[in-house]
């Protein structure tokens, strides 16, 4: 029976129009075989990548390709892209690896970002942007009904990520980095517990690269700290559980960010309506793991068909993730390896908000790398120059925003207190 080699499929489909007895499924980004192929290998020809195989097709060993590089960055998030763009601007040989086929999708985010945290790092543009905002509200929900409201303003972006992620790619590709996609870190080359390298596997087969630093940029889902001994573990309180519609078809104010405390509409978190432009938003919430009774997404459903003017939409697309709400990491950089964005879990614990953290964190990573390698020491000592400044700053908003989560538990977070928190943290002024 034909095999799908899974790290060149490109989930096409151009294999599955040719089957005569229809035994191939595409399941989104899984391709599956079942037993009514007869080997006749027609879908061999009709792939356009070679990523079929028949039976008893003996593969033929890759010889790894050995490349140096003065940076690797693995993942092409905001945090790996600014890292990789910083680094080559700063003249360093860079090689960005990101696992997906597409940076930026699918979107794992509600797009918030605020206007004055973007800017030090790129000039708003409305290809990367689906909505201006410059109100937000926060509505305080008990037993169904709206019980308190509290406005502010703050000039915020709904951006399309999908958009702004490849965007940034493109920048640190126009610096300079090589940027590989549909190639994803499978461990990392070390010496003496010093990190050397990347192990990676791409469509082209297996990878050995060589740097000075590795900058770990792989998400929530990073592996690339603990492969390096770093203890990156979320517990089920420090983590929140989103899912999040697109809804199209509803009436709502462009210019308005809306959130939604209270515990029946997310424990431990909150609703939010993000304006995507005309008669759309990003709709969604998160809920405190730990806390919840029932799945992020069956609270959405009911708080959705709470709220007579988000029930007449129509969900485009479900997004589903997890959002690391933990205290900062006392260890980001190892010997040779340093670790930002969500990898490093830089999101606020307040808000969830991570992207302008991670880019923040990239562009601190990349100086340190830099003045590291110009100096020939990039063992764990120099690099933790980088969790100086990182704790000197951002970090320590963080530290507080951690300790506000944990004074106001569950119970209390539709107190005037609390509000007056939140509504800090998500720059409502
Ligand atoms: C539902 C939801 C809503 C959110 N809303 C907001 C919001 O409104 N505002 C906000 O600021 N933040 C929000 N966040 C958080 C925000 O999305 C993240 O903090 C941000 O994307 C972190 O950026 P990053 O670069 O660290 O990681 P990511 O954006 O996750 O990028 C990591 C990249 O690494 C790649 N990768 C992973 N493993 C490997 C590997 N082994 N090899 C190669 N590549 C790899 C992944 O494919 C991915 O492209 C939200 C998150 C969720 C889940
Ligand atoms: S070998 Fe023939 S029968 Fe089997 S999956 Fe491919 S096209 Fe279908
Ligand atoms: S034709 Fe090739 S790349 Fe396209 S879905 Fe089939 S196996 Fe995957």
Redo the contacts with the bound molecule.
């Keep these: 029976m034909i095999k799908v080699k899974v790290d060149r499929c490109g989930y096409c489909g151009a294999c599955v129009g040719v089957c005569p007895v229809g035994a191939i499924e595409l399941a989104e980004t899984r391709l599956l075989i079942n037993e009514a192929c007869f080997d006749c290998g027609l879908c061999l020809a009709a792939c356009p990548v070679g990523a079929l195989k028949a039976e008893g097709y003996a593969e033929t060993d890759v010889v790894p390709l050995r490349r140096r590089y003065d940076v690797v960055v693995?993942?092409?998030?905001?945090?790996?892209s600014v890292a990789a763009w910083e680094a080559a601007e700063l003249g360093l040989s860079v090689l960005l690896?990101?696992?997906?086929q597409e940076?930026g999708s699918p979107v794992?985010?509600?797009?918030?970002?605020a206007h004055d945290l973007l800017m030090p790092f790129i000039e708003p543009d409305p290809h990367w942007i689906s909505a201006e905002a410059t109100k937000a509200q926060i509505a305080v929900i008990d037993d169904g009904a709206t019980v308190a409201r509290r406005a502010g303003g703050g000039k915020g972006y709904v951006l399309e990520r999908r958009v702004f992620?490849r965007v940034l790619a493109e920048e640190a590709a126009t610096a300079g980095a090589q940027v590989m996609v549909k190639?994803?870190?499978?461990g990392l080359l070390l010496e003496d517990g010093v990190v050397r390298g990347v192990v990676?596997r791409g469509p082209a087969g297996p990878l050995e690269i060589e740097c000075a630093v590795v900058i770990g940029?792989?998400?929530?889902?990073?592996?690339v700290g603990p492969w390096a001994g770093l203890d990156t573990a979320l517990s089920l309180r420090d983590t929140m559980a989103?899912a999040?519609y697109l809804l199209a078809g509803i009436e709502i104010d462009s210019a308005c960010c809306y959130y939604y405390v209270g515990q029946g509409v997310a424990p431990g978190g909150y609703a939010w309506v993000?304006p995507k432009g005309e008669g759309k938003a990003n709709v969604?919430l998160?809920v405190q793991a730990d806390l919840s009774d029932d799945s992020a997404l069956n609270y959405l459903t009911r708080f959705i068909e709470s709220q007579p003017d988000l029930a007449q939409g129509s969900p485009v697309t479900l997004?589903v993730?997890?959002?690391p709400v933990g205290s900062p990491l006392p260890r980001l950089v190892a010997g040779g390896l340093m670790l930002?964005?969500?990898?490093a879990r830089q999101?606020d614990p307040l808000t969830?908000?991570?992207?302008?953290?991670?880019m923040l964190a990239g562009r601190l990573a990349a100086e340190v790398a830099a003045q590291a390698i110009a100096a020939g020491d990039t063992s764990a000592e120099a690099l933790a120059l980088y969790e100086k400044r990182w704790m000197a700053g951002r970090g320590r908003k963080m530290a507080r925003n951690y300790r506000l989560k944990e004074r106001f538990g569950p119970n209390e977070r539709t107190s005037p207190d609390f509000l007056r928190v939140f509504a800090v943290a998500i720059g409502a002024k």
Excluded: H, M, Y
């Design positions: 693995v993942g092409a998030g905001p945090g790996g690896l990101e696992k997906r940076i794992r985010c509600a797009e918030g970002v992620d190639t994803t870190a499978t990676a940029a792989d998400g929530v889902e990073s592996q989103c999040q993000f969604g998160g997004v993730g997890g959002v930002v964005g969500d990898a999101v969830g908000g991570g992207i302008v953290n991670a």
